[in-house]
């Protein structure tokens, strides 16, 4: 079968579409995922050529696409067959096997806006967005060691400048492995400290130590994980007299290195000074933790020696009765496999959301009384959020839960906007939304949702595309709001869907579903649409009108 070439599409101002956008239409192929830069006329980051990653959709793309590997790290350059081929890759959600070229390629758009737009500018939400990336293709392609290199570089680059630009930072849990290099947010971190001259505390300097290559840690530490930390903290607060503590010694300042791959960079090595110490080139401060360490195992060898022969008297008094004074005692064994479950559940970096049977997740906690709720405090404390969340809302019917990681530091109280997020969810879901997912994305932007709550709305798309709400309780619903109100929500639903893109088939097939749920018909939706025009390609102006249109139906009480 020979290539069909597609009809190019007229030429538009460059833009950069994040993570998360609705998906992009380039030579009939439906781009998913974000990440990547569409449209004409940017140039790229040294000279005067246009930008290699740069999606040009007036450029011929010829489908169906072969398979054999691009021969340039340029979209321009491609032949139409080879941009039907990377296209179709991005189109797949970058989920699908393709040759590493394709992969390179699409890296090259990230390093753009790394070390171009976003530098020491970006938010946090953006830069958690393509470290996840990154560390997915990292893992998904590390058969390919070009891949793997410059996945690897750009999500150490990417890392480092997150935690310079954020306001607090928490130290990085610590290692069972010392890796080879410290994580960039504990060297950042730690630095942090240092440059300010404040002394180190207990957490951050128990961090340090664990990722450190040379840190000795022997039976003791790796037996009795628990007990070790809770004893290194105590030992670590006497040492210091609870001030934590001071470095002085000086270090190179901490510079990241980075060569590009994307041509666009014109092979320039770039480099990211942070204007902090290298805390990898200190001597001192590791060498005074590892004597505590040192110390703090030898006091725990007697436990751990009994526990390696006596594995089943672990949490027993007898056990007990040979830890040193002060020490906290080791979790619950209940606990203890609720850590390992978890553990093992979101091994993979890629792992954000899981949907476990609501009878397997409590069961990992059976000696707790009210279960439901003993279950998403213990997760809420491991860094992880559960939907349905039994602190602020019935799990009721619901057989499945879903588990999602959570940003560190974020409330666990859903914010004002989810529960009008949530409504609008359930109600598209009962129409029959072909994409719940995609359409929490829309609400959540609309409502310029957390990030944590984008989360957990995602959470429930999952759980009502598994058990769709009963039309007639829906129906039920609306029947209880009053007329103004039903006004204002049947608005909120038509902005919400048509926010940042305007109407397509789709959109008006969902929302002609709605409004007979509302009592009208087509002529009343077509009016209705006509009248909020103005707000389809104004997001700010949309977001404002959502609010108050929100507050109205009374969605966010």
């Known amino acids: 079968m020979s290539a069909l070439p597609v009809p190019p599409a007229p030429a538009s101002a460059p833009r950069w579409l994040p993570a998360g956008s609705p998906p992009a239409v380039v030579g009939g192929f439906q781009l998913r995922g974000g990440l990547f830069y569409l449209g ?26 072969p398979t054999k590997a691009p021969g340039q ?16 890759w991005l189109a797949s959600g970058r989920q699908q096997p393709t040759a590493p070229g394709n992969v390179l390629l699409f890296l090259s758009g990230l390093e753009r806006r790394v070390l171009v737009d976003l530098r020491r500018e970006g938010t946090q939400e953006e830069y958690a967005a393509i470290a996840a990336e990154l560390a997915r293709l990292r893992h998904s392609h590390a058969q390919h060691a070009a891949v793997e290199r410059h996945a690897s570089g ?69 037996r009795c994980p628990d007990e070790f930390a809770s004893l290194f903290g105590l030992r670590f607060r006497e040492t210091f007299a609870g001030q934590g503590m001071t470095v002085t010694e000086n270090a190179p300042e901490l510079a990241i290195s980075y060569t590009p791959v ?34 703090v195992q030898a006091e725990l060898e007697p436990y751990s020696r009994f526990l390696g022969t006596t594995p089943q008297a672990r949490g027993t008094a007898e056990a007990f009765a040979l830890l040193p004074p002060g020490v906290t005692r080791p979790s619950t064994p209940d606990l203890r496999r609720l850590t390992e479950w978890s553990a093992a559940t979101f091994a993979e970096p890629a792992t954000d959301f899981v949907v476990v049977p609501r009878d397997q997740l409590t069961g990992l906690l059976p000696a707790a009384s009210g279960a439901d709720l003993a279950l998403v405090v213990a ?5 992880f959020g559960v939907e349905p969340d039994a602190r602020f809302a019935d799990p009721g019917r619901d ?15 859903p914010g004002p906007g989810y529960l009008a997020a949530a409504a609008l969810l359930r109600l598209a879901v009962t129409v029959g939304s072909p994409d719940a ?44 709001v009053r007329p103004a109100h039903r006004d204002a929500a049947l608005d909120l639903v038509i902005l919400v869907t048509s926010v940042g893109g305007g109407l397509g088939p789709a959109e008006l097939s969902l929302l002609g579903r709605v409004v007979h749920l509302f009592g009208l018909n087509e002529d009343d939706l077509r009016a209705r649409v006509e009248n909020l025009r103005e707000y389809a390609y104004d997001v700010t102006a949309a977001r404002r009108r959502i609010w108050e249109l929100a507050d109205t139906a009374a969605l966010l009480t």
């Open 262 to 295: 994307s041509p666009g960079f014109g092979g320039q090595r770039v480099v990211v000074r942070t204007g902090l110490p290298d805390i990898e080139r200190m001597v001192t401060g590791p060498a005074g933790l590892r004597m505590i360490a040192d110390r």
């Open 73 to 88: 790290l340029s979209y321009a350059k491609l032949s139409p067959a080879g941009r039907g081929t990377y296209l179709e």
């Open 437 to 480: 997912a995609t359409f929490a994305w829309k609400i959540s932007d609309g409502l310029a949702l957390s990030d944590v709550d984008r989360r957990r709305l995602h959470a429930r798309s999952l759980l009502l595309e598994l058990r769709p709400p009963r039309v007639a309780g829906v129906v039920a619903e609306l029947a209880m």
């Open 379 to 383: 997760l809420d404390r491991r860094g």
């Open 399 to 413: 057989s499945d839960a879903v588990v999602f990681r959570r940003t560190s530091g974020a409330p666990a109280r």
């Open 154 to 222: 750009l999500l150490t680059v990417v890392s480092t400048l997150a935690a310079m630009s954020a306001d607090s930072l928490d130290p990085p849990n610590p290692a069972d492995v010392a890796p080879a290099e410290l994580p960039p947010a504990l060297r950042v971190g730690v630095a942090r400290f240092i440059a300010a001259g404040a002394p180190v505390p207990g957490d951050w300097a128990y961090s340090w130590h664990s990722h450190h290559p040379e840190r000795g840690w022997r039976a003791p530490a790796t």
């Open 40 to 65: 004409t006329g940017l140039r790229a980051a040294a000279g005067n050529a246009p930008e290699p990653a740069l999606i040009d959709p007036t450029v011929e793309v010829r489908r169906p696409a």
